[in-house]
């Protein structure tokens, strides 16, 4: 059974966590498994979200690592771990090395922060005004962040290029 899959935008691409083992990419359109990789095992944690970072990176996001993996042509693929800052509760790239992420902080709600790739630090904290951050979404064409929240609100926040 597939959980917590990606669509990538603007391609015919789709990744999916089969039985929480592995990460399949498919082509939807030429209806063809691309690739298989496994996830970290038993070592780390379950795999809190599936994310497309381009239309040929693919990551998935644990508690505190994200495994990216970059396809390439013929089978080969390129992997890279690094370590988050925080236990992420939500993901979203901003760009190809910048990323935000919600995280439980030991306050009453999550923080929403903005960090760079292989960092183990954020650089920009991002106000909630105390709502409850639950999801995020990345909208490249207006450079804008979308926080939705608990109690069905949403937030918007304007990325600058970096």
């Known amino acids: ?11 015919n691409l789709v990744a999916a966590l089969v039985n929480d083992q592995s990460l399949s990419i498919h082509d939807v359109a030429a209806m063809r498994l691309i690739q298989v990789q496994p996830t970290m095992g038993p070592a780390f944690k379950q795999v809190r979200q599936v ?7 693919c990551a998935m996001v644990y508690d505190r690592q994200v495994l990216e993996v970059e396809i390439r042509e013929k089978g080969q693929r390129e992997i890279a771990i690094w370590e988050l800052p925080r236990a992420a509760l939500a ?49 490249p064409a207006q450079r804008t962040l979308a926080a ?15």
Do not use: Q
């Open 91 to 139: 993901f979203a790239w901003v760009g190809e090395a910048e990323f935000a992420m919600v995280s439980d902080g030991g306050g009453k709600v999550p923080s929403l922060a903005l960090g760079r790739r292989g960092k183990r630090e954020t650089h920009t904290e991002l106000d909630t005004g105390g709502a409850w951050v639950e999801s995020l979404a990345w909208m």
């Open 51 to 57: 994310i497309w970072k381009n239309p040929i990176t």
């Open 1 to 11: 059974p597939f959980s917590n899959f990606a669509i990538c935008p603007n391609t």
């Open 148 to 162: 939705f929240c608990r109690d069905g609100s949403a937030r918007f926040y304007t990325i600058p290029a970096r």
